[in-house]
């Protein structure tokens, strides 16, 4: 019944255009709906982004907010022209949250729609007051969503969806030096960190940075490893995997060094950060005795570990004993990660 319920809407949308006259929220649930059930298709999305894109008006004007503080408004001369009352919904309005659920949609779906660079071109242009409008699980999934979006697209070699340098600095500046200046007490849930780290280790890895933006991802990385610190424990297997393997990629891609475990602190300061949180999250893993962790998980976390220079064997019996004894089957990947792990860690035939 669900599904033929699905189906017989989305024809409605697309064929009849019953949902011609639907406002931004209105667009907006129906993206999610049909986002978290998989149940759309390119056609519908299209319809959905093409619609949004017409709730944002023009591409070249300014942008300001009126009273609702979670209201966008597009308007050529904020200063002067009076501002739009919230019942007048057809006036270029849309939440935060409409933008985010559109987007989250897209990336769930893993369906590219070129219009989509409107949305990503309205968010460049908006300032830092702007970006703070979106809340912390808002500005996650958006962001999660255009890099879940660009992965999709490097594995089907295609390249509709335009990020670029100006776009890719303005949100890891925004992050870093206007996100959660208190670390220990924030709004950022451990799913939000770890897709937040995620998107910006896999879109540096795409070379949309540049080798001079080496202080802002220093910056950016030691920012977030402080915020993940204080929320391990809570972390769940999946965003314990996301956070370590970030953590390890863009420490090493902007260092191109190894961190000394061993020697327990270092004279760096983003280095005796990570050197505490990889040492909770290890330990955090080994009290779990790693529980709902699955092979893609562990061998991912193993592979983290050896490349930051983490050798301590403790650690990777725990992580190996528990991925033989609670998986009978094991992907190529899954198989080259933990063996590729183990030796570059040089564990010799004596350790256990």
Same mark, same amino acid.
């Given at each position: 019944?669900?599904?033929?319920?699905?189906?017989?809407?989305? &024809?409605?949308?697309?064929?009849?255009?019953?949902?011609?006259?639907?406002?931004?929220?209105?667009?907006?649930?129906?993206?999610?709906?049909?986002?978290?059930?998989?149940?759309?298709?390119?056609?519908?999305?299209?319809?959905?982004?093409?619609?949004?894109?017409?709730?944002?008006?023009?591409?070249?004007?300014?942008?300001?907010?009126?009273? &609702?503080?979670?209201?966008?408004?597009?308007?050529?001369?904020?200063?002067?022209?009076?501002?739009?009352?919230?019942?007048?919904?057809?006036?270029?309005?849309? !939440?935060?949250?409409?933008?985010?659920?559109?987007?989250?949609?897209?990336?769930?779906?893993?369906?590219?729609?070129?219009?989509?660079?409107?949305?990503?071109?309205?968010?460049?242009?908006?300032?830092?007051?702007?970006?703070?409008?979106?809340?912390?699980?808002?500005?996650?999934?958006?962001?999660?969503?255009?890099?879940?979006?660009?992965?999709?697209?490097?594995?089907?070699?295609?390249?509709?969806?335009?990020?670029?340098?100006?776009?890719?600095?303005?949100?890891?500046?925004?992050?870093?030096?206007?996100?959660?200046?208190?670390?220990?007490?924030?709004?950022? !849930?451990?799913?939000?960190?770890?897709?937040?780290?995620?998107?910006?280790?896999?879109?540096?890895?795409?070379?949309?940075?540049?080798?001079?933006?080496?202080?802002?991802?220093?910056?950016?990385?030691?920012?977030?490893?402080?915020?993940?610190?204080?929320?391990?424990?809570?972390?769940?297997?999946?965003?314990?995997?996301?956070?370590?393997?970030?953590?390890?990629? %863009?420490?090493?891609?902007?260092?191109?060094?190894?961190? !000394?475990?061993?020697?327990?602190?270092?004279?760096?300061?983003?280095?005796?950060?990570?050197?505490?949180?990889?040492?909770?999250?290890?330990?955090?893993?080994?009290?779990?005795? @790693?529980?709902?962790?699955?092979?893609? &998980?562990?061998?991912?976390?193993?592979?983290?570990?050896?490349? %930051?220079?983490?050798?301590?064997?403790?650690?990777?019996?725990?992580? @190996?004993?528990?991925?033989?004894?609670?998986?009978?089957?094991?992907?190529?990947?899954?198989?080259?990660?933990?063996?590729?792990?183990?030796?570059?860690?040089?564990?010799?035939?004596? &350790?256990?």
């Amino acid at each position: 019944l669900t599904a033929n319920l699905f189906d017989h809407f989305r &024809d409605e949308i697309v064929i009849r255009g019953t949902f011609s006259n639907a406002t931004p929220q209105e667009v907006a649930n129906l993206a999610w709906s049909y986002g978290t059930t998989n149940r759309g298709d390119e056609a519908l999305f299209r319809l959905l982004t093409s619609k949004t894109c017409d709730f944002l008006s023009s591409r070249n004007t300014l942008f300001a907010y009126n009273e &609702d503080p979670y209201r966008f408004t597009n308007m050529e001369d904020p200063e002067t022209m009076p501002r739009p009352k919230l019942n007048k919904i057809k006036l270029g309005l849309l !939440k935060p949250q409409e933008i985010s659920n559109l987007v989250w949609a897209l990336g769930t779906t893993k369906i590219c729609i070129e219009e989509l660079n409107e949305i990503i071109d309205f968010v460049h242009r908006l300032d830092s007051s702007g970006l703070n409008l979106f809340k912390e699980q808002e500005i996650s999934n958006f962001l999660w969503a255009i890099a879940t979006l660009k992965n999709h697209e490097n594995m089907q070699n295609t390249d509709m969806i335009n990020i670029d340098f100006d776009f890719f600095e303005k949100m890891v500046k925004h992050l870093t030096y206007d996100r959660a200046q208190d670390v220990q007490n924030n709004n950022f !849930k451990p799913q939000e960190i770890a897709n937040i780290m995620w998107t910006v280790t896999y879109l540096n890895d795409l070379n949309i940075s540049d080798e001079g933006n080496y202080r802002l991802l220093y910056n950016f990385l030691l920012h977030f490893c402080n915020i993940a610190y204080h929320k391990i424990t809570k972390f769940p297997p999946q965003e314990m995997n996301n956070l370590i393997w970030s953590i390890a990629k %863009l420490y090493t891609s902007i260092t191109n060094k190894e961190i !000394k475990f061993e020697e327990g602190q270092s004279d760096d300061e983003l280095e005796n950060v990570i050197i505490q949180v990889i040492n909770v999250s290890v330990r955090e893993i080994a009290v779990r005795k @790693c529980q709902n962790f699955g092979p893609q &998980d562990i061998s991912t976390i193993v592979y983290s570990l050896a490349l %930051l220079g983490y050798k301590k064997i403790p650690a990777y019996k725990v992580l @190996c004993t528990s991925f033989l004894r609670n998986n009978q089957y094991y992907r190529a990947q899954e198989c080259s990660n933990l063996l590729w792990a183990l030796g570059t860690c040089e564990f010799g035939a004596d &350790d256990e």
